[in-house]
């Protein structure tokens, strides 16, 4: 069983467009993130939940919107998608933010043409 | 602020050759400090990390990593490396205390494996 799994794995889109990408994690972790990997594979940290509430967003535009509807969802709602959104995003999730404990999904491929 | 440093972008080992990634932070106190593999297509896995004590760490994999105060560095190494290394390898470092803090991550380092 995938610990932590985010659908779609691809997605190639039109600027303008609004998608989202979602996150499911059965470890019975509280934590979950979103990070974003740029072309230059720089991983930099988006948002954070804990028990369903954000308590950390990194400067995020707020074409950002992520959404958790119980502790092991974590989905990340993108309008108007534009040409710099492409990356790949990766949904983590930990136990208490633990970081030693940081559990990463395969990540989601987004191309925006 | 707190960052992280992988001065070599692209590494090119032989196999079976040692493998030494670099690794540099800048941080207010000694943190604690991580080092993930990256295989394509996949999510980030952890190697190892270092919270305290013995200053060289073992991981999964075949993998250590020494951790200099003096030179605020945790270089991952590797006596041997396999074909099956190749991948992208990051450094992070997180704080000590407890909360929410999330993981710096360095850019990461290539590495390629020639036979």
């Known amino acids: 069983d995938t610990a932590v799994s985010q659908t779609p794995k691809y997605l190639v889109t039109q600027m303008g467009n609004d998608k989202s990408i979602k996150c499911e994690q059965n470890l019975g972790h509280d934590t979950m993130y979103w990070y974003k990997q740029d072309s230059k594979k720089f991983l930099k940290i988006m948002f954070s939940?804990?028990?369903?509430?954000?308590?950390i967003n990194e400067t995020v535009p707020n074409r950002f919107s992520p959404k958790s509807p119980d502790k092991a969802h974590l989905n990340l709602h993108i309008n108007s998608l534009e040409l710099g959104d492409s990356a790949v995003y990766f949904c983590?999730?930990?136990?208490?933010?633990?970081?030693?404990?940081?559990?990463f999904g395969s990540g989601t491929q987004l191309s925006v043409l | 602020a707190q960052s992280v440093t992988q001065p070599d972008i692209h590494i090119t080992v032989s196999e079976g050759a040692s493998l030494e990634l670099r690794c540099n932070y800048s941080?207010?106190?000694?943190?604690?400090l991580f080092w993930y593999v990256q295989s394509p297509g996949q999510g980030l896995q952890l190697l190892l990390k270092?919270?305290?004590?013995?200053?060289l760490v073992q991981g999964i994999k075949g993998f250590e990593a020494e951790f200099k105060r003096s030179q605020s560095s945790f270089n991952l190494r590797k006596p041997s490396v396999h074909w099956s290394d190749a991948a992208e390898y990051f450094c992070?470092?997180?704080?000590?205390?407890?909360?929410?803090?999330?993981?710096?991550f360095g850019k990461g380092t290539r590495l390629s494996v020639i036979a």
């Open positions: 941080y207010g106190a000694t943190p604690y």
């Open positions: 939940y804990n028990n369903k509430e954000l308590i």
């Open positions: 983590a999730s930990s136990l208490s933010g633990r970081r030693e404990k940081l559990f």
């Open positions: 270092y919270f305290s004590g013995d200053t």
């Open positions: 992070a470092v997180g704080p000590r205390n407890s909360g929410n803090t999330p993981l710096v």
